[in-house]
């Protein structure tokens, strides 16, 4: 009863007359005996249908079972055709016999290929292993015609004919029938050779679009290895196996070819990996080289254990895209394409098996992403780094080939006695390889590479970041930004992934802008800081020559005193002496906040009336004689922190400007206010001086730039600067987190600049 209960019988069951005895003994089996009458397997021809589509399944499939065997035939050059209702596909390798035709061409399931394992000429490991890929051609086309001469026999051709549709029309697949004669051969293989292999397709089951003759000759550029060509191809005859495609659509095919080849030396870090031991506890070792661009490498080898294997090595390409690339190649171009053909590819005897595209995370490096991790499960401790599974690229960055010999692999197994599916395999699809122990050992292989690339680049990022803390330029600094979006992209809509990729760009160009402006206002720095240190040297000295002067007024006036007839001149000489002294310690008072120590070094929240008070005070030389309106500046309004010697420098280039700008004027006045709004502050100085116009007065705080016109008299007595006093006042506010621009005045005025900052909420 727990017996039916198990194979889900209910009662019903035994209603129906079913009973289920005790299994009793072993010889109660009855085996088969040559006395016995017998039946035959057939097999219905409908498994042609089965076997052709169902396990090849798309087009560019089919037609790479049909190059593989070329390649096989050790064939040097094949050419892919495609024609309004045809497709050919030709060869020059060694052709067939008619034995060979029927004994192997014509044998479904046939295992020759595996037996053998090497081509017959040059010593190529062979591809096929099922015998059932010459049955793709009835996906792509109704009728085939196969033209064939053997190297054995090059005056002659055997041609066969099969007609798909009348063939599984048969009950029994054993009466199927293939047409085939044989006459004078009448004309070359490709590459002039007298012998080869032409199949030709006709009645084609799918309609050629534009964009699948495109996307067909781009799965045949990836029928073989790119790059890292297989190892177990030593000899040039070996090496040598050219596939072209030749169709109407043949600019966008060049065009896509010189893309791909460009897109190859656009790599930013580049993982070449062999597998060169395994012992007999199953311990693979590999032999991994790491070599970024810059020329930095690394070398190391790992262990993989549980290691089916036995011959393995890839390589496999990193991008970073910003920017625009070399040969021309846009990024856009470049991540259009990467996302359609990137990610790990999987090469079994030299050609790709097309499950392990862009699609297939086989390495599961999206998965990871997606749960974030931030250490590797693969790798040791010692090699782990903080966050540094950050670092690991995505599919859409990376271009890699990974090359297996599933022949080899079987062979080997056999010679251990291996009568498991334990060794690396491929699926009678021919897709892909069976999920096994070996097929995990081989992501498990290939991942622990990608793992360390992400750790050794964390810690690159790590020792730039800090080289460069404080002298990256700006476009630089961007970068760590545009590899977050990268990591992210899948998760982002794609509008938004553009216009964060155009603000990025806009910030990029907005940042160096204020780069060279800071490089030049910093080289402007260096220059008045010697001006500044050369002024204090000469003001020391100069104080001597103020003395002395000092005493020769004193010595005048004396003269005077001693000889009445002089006195007045003396006294008039005297006179104007002491005003000149006056002036020039008023003008040396403006360096005195730079004298004292304390006025260079304590940083605080100064009164702004106080501080401005101060300034107009030590300004008032240079004023000459100019009204200064205090009145409208609030009592208890801080400025933002700084120093008195920063405020001051940018308080006395504004009422120097205000000033200068007034020379010519009737009326001489400034004013200078306070404004509050929200947490928003301003110190504004008006004045009534010629004005400025304020749709360029931006251009104003440029270095050595001076829009203001000054009367010859005024130019003859040395008034007018150089154009530095409002590139100094944005400079130093700039630096205290203060905006400066020049605004509307009120009424009575003609030019107001304001200075802006935000207090702290």
């Known amino acids: 009863r727990s017996t039916r209960r198990q194979l889900g019988f209910d009662r019903a069951s035994e209603l129906a007359g079913l009973h289920f005895g005790k299994i009793r003994r072993k010889d109660d089996a009855l085996a088969f005996s040559p006395a016995m009458a017998s039946f035959k397997f057939k097999v219905d021809s409908a498994l042609l249908r089965e076997l052709g589509e169902r396990l090849v399944g798309k087009p560019h499939i089919a037609l790479a079972e049909l190059v593989k065997n070329s390649f096989d035939a050790d064939a040097m050059d094949v050419i892919v055709r495609l024609g309004d209702d045809w497709i050919e ?128 000759a781009r799965e045949i550029w990836w029928l073989t290895p790119p790059f890292r060509t297989n190892r177990n191809l030593r000899t040039d005859e070996q090496k040598t196996f050219n596939v072209r495609f030749e169709a109407e659509d043949r600019e966008t095919r060049e065009a896509f070819t010189q893309l791909m080849r460009g897109i190859f030396d656009l790599w930013y870090a580049k993982l070449v990996g062999r597998l060169i031991s395994v012992t007999e506890a ?16 690394r070398r190391v080898r790992y262990e993989v254990e549980d290691c089916e294997l036995h011959e393995v090595e890839f390589e496999i390409l990193v991008y970073h895209l910003q920017q625009r690339q070399a040969r021309g190649i846009s990024v856009r171009q470049a991540r259009e394409y990467l996302n ?190 010697t001006a500044g240190i050369s002024a204090l040297a000469f003001q020391h000295e100069h104080q001597k020559q103020l003395s002395i002067l000092e005493y020769i007024v004193r010595e005048l006036r004396s003269i005077g005193a001693r000889h009445s007839e002089l006195a007045d001149e003396m006294e008039v000489v005297a006179a104007k002496l002491e005003i000149w002294l006056d002036q020039t310690r008023a003008t040396f008072a403006l360096f005195q906040s730079l004298s004292n120590k304390d006025n260079r070094e304590v940083r605080a929240r100064l009164k702004a009336l106080e501080t401005i008070r101060e300034v107009v005070r030590q300004m008032a030389p240079l004023l000459r004689g100019a009204e200064v309106d205090l009145n409208t500046i609030e009592s208890d309004m801080r400025l933002p922190r700084g120093t008195f010697a920063e405020w001051s420098s940018i308080f006395q280039n504004a009422l120097v400007n205000a000033a200068n700008a007034m020379l010519d004027s009737k009326e001489q006045r400034i004013r200078i206010s306070s404004q509050r709004s929200g947490l928003q502050r301003s110190i504004i100085f008006e004045d009534t001086g010629s004005g400025v116009d304020l749709d360029h007065s931006d251009e104003l705080f440029d270095p050595f730039v001076r829009k203001l016109e000054i009367s010859r008299e005024r130019q003859a007595l040395g008034y007018g600067g150089m154009g530095l006093g409002l590139t100094i006042v944005r400079m130093v506010a700039e630096a205290l987190e203060c905006s400066v621009s020049f605004v509307k005045p009120s009424a009575a005025f003609r030019t107001a600049l304001r200075i802006t900052w935000h207090e702290k909420s």
Request: hydrophobic share 35%; aromatic share 8%.
């Open 89 to 216: 596909v030709e060869d020059n390798g060694h052709g067939m016999t008619k034995e060979e035709f029927d004994g192997f061409w014509m044998r479904i399931g046939s295992i020759h290929k595996s037996r053998e394992g090497v081509s017959r000429k040059f010593r190529r490991p062979l591809t096929g292993s099922k015998g059932v890929g010459r049955l793709a051609g009835q996906l792509l086309a109704k009728k085939m015609a196969i033209f064939t001469t053997s190297e054995t026999d090059t005056e002659r051709v055997l041609v066969g004919a099969i007609d798909w549709e009348r063939a599984v029309q048969h009950e029994d697949l054993t009466e199927a029938r293939v047409g085939y004669l044989t006459k004078v051969r009448n004309n070359r293989y490709v590459g002039n050779s007298k012998h080869g292999t032409r199949i030709r397709l006709h009645g084609l089951n799918q309609i050629w679009t534009p964009k699948a003759i495109s996307d067909l």
């Open 282 to 297: 199953g311990i693979g070792e590999v032999e991994l080289a790491l070599e970024w661009k810059d020329g930095e490498t």
């Open 340 to 529: 359609d053909h990137g990610n790990v590819h999987i090469y079994d005897g030299g050609f790709h098996l097309p499950y392990y595209g862009p699609k297939v995370d086989w390495l599961r490096v999206e998965f990871d992403h997606a749960h974030r991790l931030s250490t590797s499960k693969l790798l040791p401790k010692e090699l782990q780094f903080s966050r540094g599974m950050n670092y690991l690229p995505t599919q859409s960055r990376l271009l890699g080939v990974v090359n297996v010999n599933t022949g080899a692999e079987q062979r080997a197994a056999r010679s251990t006695d291996d009568s498991q599916t334990n060794h690396l395999a491929i699926q009678i699809s021919r897709d892909r390889l069976i999920e096994n122990a070996a097929f995990r050992a081989l992501t498990r292989l290939v991942r622990w590479s990608l793992d360390y690339y992400a750790m050794e680049e964390a810690r690159r990022a790590f020792r730039e970041k800090e080289a460069r803390k404080d002298t990256a330029p700006a476009r630089e600094k961007f970068v760590h930004v545009e590899e977050v979006l990268e990591k992210f992209e899948d998760r982002i809509e794609a509008s938004a992934m553009r216009e964060l990729r155009e603000n990025i760009e806009v910030a990029v160009v907005t940042a160096e802008e204020e780069s060279r402006k800071l490089e030049r206002h910093a080289g402007l720095l260096g220059a008045l800081a």
